[in-house]
């Protein structure tokens, strides 16, 4: 194995530690699913965190970014927790934005053997017709809406359901039932109550992974993720359309000109005794604890969660990512960082060679993101 995969091998065994048997298994999942777009998405999962690096921009050369590449695939156990959490987010905005916010569910009547696709299909056709009924109009002004998906195996059946926060008026529950009713084609069931803060937090978890995901069969697996394939299980409608809202949890790259250490690069300053590039990962692992697997056999680490040893508040974390931004950059030639453009093509010097690096467009990880890993 060359030193290139092991290190690559590393950073991914570090922040995937605690889910590594339910990522591979969905790898697998997926390779063997016979779906091209499937089998795509299993390349992409097995590239997911696999390089990183610290990125310094010319622009703010005392300001210093962690990127790591991502697969951004909602079902991926570390992807499908940053998109939740940014979804979160966004729904906040949408309560911030209404005066009186609401929470509304809507949902179809399932039958045993039911298809998945048809069913998502007929949930989104039975809202569009829904909104068209004056009730409609005159209830709610605008919101934006989450699919959840189930499984019911006792009935062999897909439950599709639509969370929706909206603003607007009181709507009465039987009344909203009747509509619901005429635009799904039969299915009664309804719910509507006040909404705060809490509900986004509620609505958000959909967005990644199903809550009984864990205990699906490979079959299942498959079943739901070409059925979801291209499918916006979040979107706003109404007068709060334009607020801006989307489950992608990926970015590209930091654009522009900077410096870019890879990690890979930074281990092995590390075990080649440098005590400043030591300072900086120690600094980097304290930040971030999915990172803790780069310094294991490199840096001394204090047990996981050990109550004895001191966390920093978040103006000392400011603080030490400061000192570390003003020693790359002062520093950045003798680590071998050098200039890259804005098309990701990216060259440094490790081990006296020099050597490519073309970062795929899958984001950059805000350190508060990973800490939750």
């Excluded at 050369?61 to 695939?73: A, F, K, V």
């Excluded at 864990?214 to 409608?237: C, D, L, N, S």
């Excluded at 970015?251 to 300053?269: A, E, I, V, W, Y």
Aim: proline share 5%; glycine share 6%; hydrophobic share 30%.
């Amino acid at each position: 194995m060359d030193i290139d995969s092991a290190s690559e091998t590393r950073l991914q065994r570090s922040i995937f530690h605690r889910t590594w048997s339910a990522w591979k298994d969905l790898q697998q999942t997926f390779s063997q699913s016979g779906d091209e777009k499937l089998q795509k998405r299993s390349r992409r999962l097995a590239d997911c965190c696999c390089r990183g690096g610290l990125y310094i921009s010319s622009d703010e050369p005392h300001t210093t970014q962690l990127w790591i590449s991502r697969c951004g695939d909602r079902l991926c156990p570390i992807c499908s927790g940053i998109r939740a959490r940014k979804v979160r987010r966004q729904l906040e905005v949408v309560v911030k934005h209404s005066p009186v916010c609401r929470h509304m569910i809507l949902t179809l009547q399932s039958e045993p053997g039911n298809d998945l696709s048809e069913a998502i299909r007929h949930l989104q056709a039975s809202f569009r017709k829904l909104r068209t009924f004056d009730s409609w109009e005159d209830k709610v002004y605008g919101g934006a809406y989450v699919i959840e998906i189930k499984r019911n195996r006792k009935e062999n059946s897909w439950h599709v359901h639509l969370h929706i926060l909206y603003s607007g008026y009181f709507w009465a529950q039987r009344h909203l039932s009747a509509c619901w009713e005429d635009a799904s084609r039969g299915s009664t069931i309804v719910w509507i109550t006040r909404a705060g803060r809490s509900h986004a937090a509620y609505l958000s978890k959909y967005c990644g992974k199903p809550t009984d995901f864990a205990q699906w069969t490979a079959p299942e697996v498959v079943k739901y993720a070409i059925a979801t394939q291209g499918i916006r299980m979040v979107q706003t409608f109404g007068k709060l359309h334009r607020l801006p809202l989307s489950e992608k949890c990926h970015q590209d790259r930091p654009k522009g000109t900077g410096r870019f250490l890879p990690l890979r690069s930074l281990c092995d300053l590390v075990a080649s005794g440098n005590p400043a590039a030591s300072n900086t990962l120690r600094v980097l692992v304290d930040r971030w604890p999915g990172l803790r697997g780069l310094g294991h056999g490199l840096i001394d680490l204090p047990p996981p969660n050990d109550p004895t040893y001191p966390r920093s508040d978040s103006d000392r974390w400011t603080e030490a990512l400061d000192h570390v931004s003003k020693f790359l950059y002062e520093n950045a030639e003798s680590l071998g960082m050098v200039l890259g453009d804005n098309k990701g093509k990216m060259s440094f010097e490790c081990n006296n060679k020099v050597q490519k690096s073309t970062p795929k467009r899958t984001g950059t990880l805000p350190g508060m993101e990973l800490r939750h890993v």
